[in-house]
């Protein structure tokens, strides 16, 4: 069954309209400045994700408690791992590393989440979650123990897509990493959206707004910017 986080998403889709998304790691955030951060997102802001590679314990939740006293813009959790998830969010990115071969992240983790989420009211969007070689040994790759995927290779990249929403995903995000030296090429966001009938974001590496643009030009329903505004 759909939430109501989910069909925004979907109807914002239908009229058109672009997602932007700011991507606020707890460890680099100082929730005591909450109200002058969230000053200086761009007005066309829609969502904020707040999750990290290695996040301290009990950061993420302080994170959340502190925009939710001064926004209104829907908090979804993009956790590294089943510590960061907290009940005061309004939905969950459940996360599964599609890119990656180390089952940990394909299930392990999703496993240790379910004793907060049973009786969560969390929104939980099933996402498809494709990491891209984006220059840099990304946070992700390194805590994961996976390798990237080269941009080279479009077609794996398509057809990784696919078993994602084959295997129900509800959404799939390609990611280049946090601090990546260039974002997912146009060309693979191009294919993905081609290819699969669910939405798409896009982040890593995305810190103008020509790539902004470029990204959305060539299909992203949505795009997450992060580093840029750390």
């Known amino acids: 069954m759909e939430g109501i986080f989910y069909k925004s998403f979907l109807k914002r889709i239908d009229e058109k309209e672009k997602q932007l998304t700011i991507l606020i790691d707890p460890d680099k955030f100082n929730s005591s400045e909450a109200k002058s951060f969230l000053k200086k997102l761009p007005k066309k802001t829609t969502h904020l994700f707040v999750g990290g590679s290695t996040v301290a314990n009990g950061e993420t939740e302080a994170t959340v408690q502190a925009l939710k006293a001064e926004t209104k813009l829907p908090i979804f959790l ?13 939905a969950l990115l459940f996360l599964t590393l599609l890119s990656g071969r180390n089952a ?3 299930v392990g983790q ?7 989420l049973k009786n969560s009211s969390l929104e939980i969007i099933s996402t498809g979650y494709i ?7 990304s946070a992700v790759s390194k805590v994961t123990n996976t390798e990237p995927l080269p941009q080279e290779n479009i077609e794996n990249i398509v057809h990784t897509a696919l078993a994602g929403q084959f295997m129900g995903a509800k959404l799939i995000y390609l990611e ?3 601090g990546a030296k260039f974002p997912v090429k146009p060309e693979i966001i191009s294919e993905v959206k081609k290819a699969i ?3 798409l974001i896009v982040g890593g590496g ?4 020509a790539q902004k643009n470029t990204a959305y030009e060539a299909g992203g329903d949505m795009v997450v910017m992060g580093t840029a505004f750390e």
């Open 197 to 199: 009938n669910i939405p």
């Open 176 to 178: 280049a990493g946090s």
């Open 78 to 90: 993009f956790p590294g791992d089943h510590s960061q998830i907290t009940p005061l969010a309004d």
């Open 131 to 137: 990491l891209i070689n984006g220059g840099n040994d």
């Open 206 to 209: 995305i810190k103008t707004e």
């Open 104 to 106: 940990e992240y394909l």
């Open 110 to 116: 999703q496993i240790k989440s379910i004793s907060k």
